[in-house]
């Protein structure tokens, strides 16, 4: 069963089973600060765990946890927040912390969809030298989630392609399959944090390097 009607919900229809209850609805903005929107979701949740028929239950969820910078934030909170109450209250589970998502419509605000955006209208942005960003292809979600996590209980997993992005990295590549030069002026800012990706995670991408993977989503995706 699949709970959502989004982009990431929607990658999973090809895996889909009475065995799995795939909870992929919810806030998806980081940037919300609506009590309720983040009390929506979490009745949702304690809903659907309460009608679970014994199904492993998983959960997407956000790197971002990992970002000290953004502790205190609403939407991080309640990540965790929802994290706790699965781990406390489901007998079988499965939380996927997943990274900057790239596919196929979706959010207009995730990065590719931005700088894609921008770049096509001409529009001037300011891009952070400082930033770097951990992608990862929509599809490999439900690759990673039959090739790796089939036998995989009780855990929280940490998921992208592990390989911090410089975003002038991500603007070459997408100006390359546009043909199109972006209109941006460098700001010395920006941070990321580290994260401890495990064994299951890393192995999914061995032989896949960096610039390689960043031109399969370029050429899937733009």
Same mark, same amino acid.
């Given at each position: 069963m699949i709970v959502g009607s989004g982009l990431i919900a929607n990658s999973l229809k090809n895996i889909d089973s009475e065995d799995h209850l795939f909870f992929a609805s919810g806030v998806s903005n980081s940037l919300e600060t609506k009590d309720s929107e983040f009390e929506r979701e979490f009745t949702l949740l304690k809903n659907n765990l309460e009608n679970n028929n014994g199904s492993k239950f998983i959960y997407f969820s956000t790197l971002s946890v990992n970002d000290l910078s953004k502790q205190e934030s609403p939407y991080v909170l309640h990540k965790l927040r929802l994290e706790d109450y699965i781990k406390n209250n489901c007998e079988k589970y499965l939380i996927l912390r997943i990274g900057n998502i790239v596919g196929k419509g979706g959010n207009p605000n995730t990065l590719f969809n931005f700088l894609k955006n921008q770049i096509m209208q001409d529009k001037k942005f300011v891009v952070h030298t400082k930033a770097?960003?951990?992608?990862?292809?929509?599809? /490999?979600?439900?690759? *990673?989630?039959?090739?790796?996590?089939?036998?995989?209980? %009780? $855990?929280?997993?940490?998921?992208?392609? #592990?390989?911090?992005?410089?975003?002038?990295?991500?603007?070459?590549?997408?100006?390359?399959?546009?043909?199109?030069?972006?209109?941006?002026?460098?700001? /010395?800012?920006?941070? *990321?944090?580290?994260?401890?990706?495990?064994?299951?995670? %890393? $192995?999914?991408?061995?032989?896949?390097? #960096?610039?390689?993977?960043?031109?399969?989503?370029?050429?899937?995706?733009?």
């Amino acid at each position: 069963m699949i709970v959502g009607s989004g982009l990431i919900a929607n990658s999973l229809k090809n895996i889909d089973s009475e065995d799995h209850l795939f909870f992929a609805s919810g806030v998806s903005n980081s940037l919300e600060t609506k009590d309720s929107e983040f009390e929506r979701e979490f009745t949702l949740l304690k809903n659907n765990l309460e009608n679970n028929n014994g199904s492993k239950f998983i959960y997407f969820s956000t790197l971002s946890v990992n970002d000290l910078s953004k502790q205190e934030s609403p939407y991080v909170l309640h990540k965790l927040r929802l994290e706790d109450y699965i781990k406390n209250n489901c007998e079988k589970y499965l939380i996927l912390r997943i990274g900057n998502i790239v596919g196929k419509g979706g959010n207009p605000n995730t990065l590719f969809n931005f700088l894609k955006n921008q770049i096509m209208q001409d529009k001037k942005f300011v891009v952070h030298t400082k930033a770097r960003r951990l992608l990862l292809d929509i599809d /490999d979600i439900s690759k *990673f989630l039959t090739s790796s996590c089939a036998a995989v209980k %009780n $855990e929280t997993i940490n998921f992208a392609y #592990p390989y911090y992005y410089d975003l002038n990295e991500i603007i070459n590549a997408i100006e390359a399959k546009m043909e199109k030069k972006a209109q941006y002026e460098k700001s /010395d800012e920006g941070d *990321f944090y580290k994260v401890a990706f495990e064994e299951t995670a %890393n $192995e999914f991408f061995t032989g896949i390097q #960096p610039n390689e993977y960043l031109k399969i989503l370029t050429d899937k995706y733009i």
